[in-house]
């Protein structure tokens, strides 16, 4: 079984992947959703890239985001990432991480967010993806 504390949930539908609600975003309990499968047609549409961080700001409407501006080869992208409370800003500056590129820009708190970073979490906060070498940015994750 799968269970986590949701600030969002993907919903599958006839569109597939992308729409969110908040619905349970009040909830503070674990929740079991049984296991929600992606079809590999699904999992298709998302682009994972290597970017890097080059600036990371205090978010002006929230304590636990940061405002990180990346480089995805020969664009920059500005994305809202949850993860202050794990990182200080010049631990991240920098660092090569794993970008979901084609989202639709969504507002978070206030800011534009046109990407995700992906990070892993426990009870021990927030751990960043990164490659395990240097890697050409805007190369496409597998």
Known sequence: ??????????????????????????????????????TYEDFKKIEFKIAKIKEVNDHPNAD????????????TKQIVA???????????????????????????RGVESQGMLLAASDEKGHSIIIPDREVALGSIVK
């Open 82 to 108: 949850g993860i202050k409370n794990s990182y200080k800003k010049e631990d991240l500056l920098g660092r090569e991480v794993v970008l979901v590129d084609n989202l639709d820009p969504a507002m978070l």
């Open 1 to 38: 079984m799968f269970y986590f504390e949701p600030k969002a949930v993907l919903l599958y539908g006839k569109s597939g992947l992308g729409r969110q609600t908040s619905a349970l975003s009040k909830h503070r309990g674990l929740i079991n959703l049984g296991t929600i499968m992606a």
């Open 64 to 75: 636990r985001l940061y405002v990180i501006i990346v480089e995805v080869g020969d664009k």
